[in-house]
């Protein structure tokens, strides 16, 4: 089946600095991948939705110029956390629908993001 | 819009036992229904989905769901479930595949 690829599955950085998360689509092309944010004991809440070639819309409330999205192949999509705060600290989860699955998404493993 | 509603947010079961965790949707056209589980620090695994034709749909590992559209309803069963069963599961909707909306999420504990 599909697979989406999520790098990295943890991540420690300073305040200030920025942190680049990828999502692949390993064995399919994704012209859309969405990324999602969960908090400790809490759902999955969509932030933006990446387009491959054009730019990403944002949930209300998420601030695109803090969480840069960049879509630039069928294959990555790019989320960018810009001078990062402790409390950016969360789970970033991607999906891509998956094309041969009958609707439904596939889900990357996550990345753990701890600012310090 | 549509959304999902799950009323538990914790459901404690001794092994062996029966388990209901419930879905409700609001949406105002026809939908796509979808139930998740995730492991600690793991991403979503689909466990099944509902796209149209029999309303009751089953999983490989002996989880069922059944769509019930005039309750607006999509409540996941197991008649017998196991300590691996442990893990935080997610009602989804999607009504037009462009976005999935999730449940707050139902945290499945399986006691010896």
């Known amino acids: 089946g599909a697979v989406v690829s999520q790098h990295p599955s943890w991540v420690i950085c300073k305040s200030g600095t920025s942190v680049k998360i990828e999502c692949r689509s390993l064995d399919f092309q994704a012209t859309t991948m969405f990324w999602y944010r969960q908090f400790p004991k809490q759902s999955l809440m969509l932030m933006a939705t990446s387009n491959e070639g054009s730019k990403a819309t944002y949930e209300q409330g998420v601030e695109k110029d803090k969480f840069l999205i960049n879509h630039a192949s069928l294959t990555l999509s790019t989320l960018t956390v810009t001078s990062a705060h402790p409390e950016d600290s969360s789970f970033y989860i991607c999906?891509?629908?998956?094309?041969?699955?009958?609707?439904?998404?596939?889900f990357g493993s996550g990345t753990r993001l701890t600012v310090v | 819009a549509q959304s999902v509603t799950q009323l538990d947010s914790q459901v404690p079961v001794f092994e062996e036992a029966p388990v209901e965790l419930r879905c409700n949707y609001s949406?105002?056209?026809?939908?796509?229904l979808f139930w998740y589980v995730q492991y600690p620090n793991q991403g979503l695994q689909l466990l099944l989905k509902?796209?149209?034709?029999?309303?009751l749909v089953e999983s490989i590992n002996g989880f069922e769901a059944e769509f019930n559209k005039s309750q607006t309803s999509f409540h996941l069963r197991k008649p017998s479930v196991h300590i691996s069963d442990t893990a935080e599961y997610f009602c989804a909707v999607s009504n037009n595949n462009n976005d999935m909306r999730f449940g707050a999420g139902t945290r499945l504990t399986v006691k010896p």
């Open positions: 509902y796209l149209s034709g029999s309303t």
């Open positions: 949406s105002s056209v026809s939908v796509y």
């Open positions: 999906s891509a629908r998956d094309p041969l699955g009958g609707y439904g998404y596939t």
